[in-house]
């Protein structure tokens, strides 16, 4: 972007990726708060769900182990994303088979790099609170029983709209890299199951989801999604005791504006929590997302925690 500036090519050289020594490691929780999968439905209610996500992604990762900056000329080395993440989701039972659920969420990100110029490194960071990629979700229900102590089972399906922006830039006017934005630009497909059950006081939950991008914008499309978690919730007195394992591949991302070499990878996360019900179909929940391996393709920035506060209700 400098060599653009500098020789009054700047807009031809939009359309070229952007040279990176590592990607920034924007990036959402992986910890699952479906709680419609989790306990599935009884009768017609709407849920409301409102959670904070933190992740402080300051360490550079190069496949399995820790990486250091390269300081290579013409090329930026990152420091930091910070993700403070609000994500709303608003679902409401049709029918003792079908839910649908619309998720919302708003992006604040703080990040920063240094470019190493031939004079020496120079800082840059963006920092941003924006609209981020709506998602609406159906869940399907194949059982017949409707007693919450029965076994739940089910299919999900729905998209991932391309709401979020592609285009934000900092103080400097520097378009912030494609990963980075809060939008991908792409239109997703969204398919996976549920099942979910009780052994004696103790709640159990699956879910496998896989997110395939079936369009691209400006020459960047995300790679492929999957995750799978599995949880158990049992009470402890006045609280409930959540925990979860969370598994994540991420597919390379591709097109002229992406950064193949240095996105995508294989995650496996263990988060414990907790949830304290107010009352009601009310509860308040926390959970610490805890990594017990990362393998990164290329060098990208990866957080020692996660977490996520949040507060769920029917109505």
Avoid at 30 to 39: L, P
Avoid at 67 to 88: F, Y
Wanted: hydrophobic content about 40%; aromatic content about 6%; some cysteine.
């Amino acid at each position: 972007m400098r060599l653009a500036r500098q020789t009054g090519l700047a807009l031809p050289l939009l359309l070229l990726p952007m040279a990176a020594a590592a990607s920034c490691g924007s990036a959402f929780c992986s910890i699952n708060t479906d709680w419609d999968s989790q306990a599935p439905w009884q009768d017609a209610a709407t849920r409301l769900d409102l959670r904070m996500e933190y992740i402080h992604q300051d360490q550079l990762r190069a496949g399995t182990g820790k990486a250091a900056p390269s300081g290579t000329v013409g090329e930026h080395d990152e420091i930091r994303t910070l993700n403070r993440n609000l994500v709303a989701s608003l679902s409401h039972a049709f029918s003792p088979s079908l839910n649908l659920a619309l998720q919302v969420p708003l992006v604040s990100r703080d990040h920063a790099h240094v470019f190493n110029d031939i004079g020496g490194p120079e800082p840059e960071s963006w920092d941003f609170t924006r609209l981020g990629d709506v998602r609406v979700l159906a869940h399907l229900r194949l059982d017949e029983a409707q007693s919450p102590h029965d076994r739940a089972y089910g299919l999900i399906g729905g998209v991932k709209l391309p709401t979020g922006s592609t285009d934000v830039r900092n103080a400097a006017g520097e378009l912030a890299e494609r990963s980075l934005q809060p939008g991908s630009g792409s239109t997703d497909l969204i398919v996976g199951g549920f099942v979910s059950g009780r052994l004696a006081l103790t709640s159990w939950h699956t879910q496998l989801n896989w997110q395939h991008a079936v369009s691209e914008r400006q020459d960047y499309q995300p790679g492929n999604r999957v995750g799978l978690d599995a949880g158990v919730t049992h009470p402890l007195g006045a609280v409930n005791a959540l925990a979860q394992i969370n598994v994540l591949w991420r597919g390379r991302d591709s097109g002229l504006n992406a950064e193949p070499a240095d996105s995508g990878g294989k995650y496996v996360y263990f988060s414990p929590g907790v949830a304290v019900p107010l009352g009601g179909d009310t509860q308040i929940y926390g959970l610490v997302q805890l990594p017990l391996y990362q393998n990164v393709n290329g060098t990208q920035l990866t957080a020692d925690w996660a977490a996520t506060l949040g507060l769920t209700t029917r109505f």
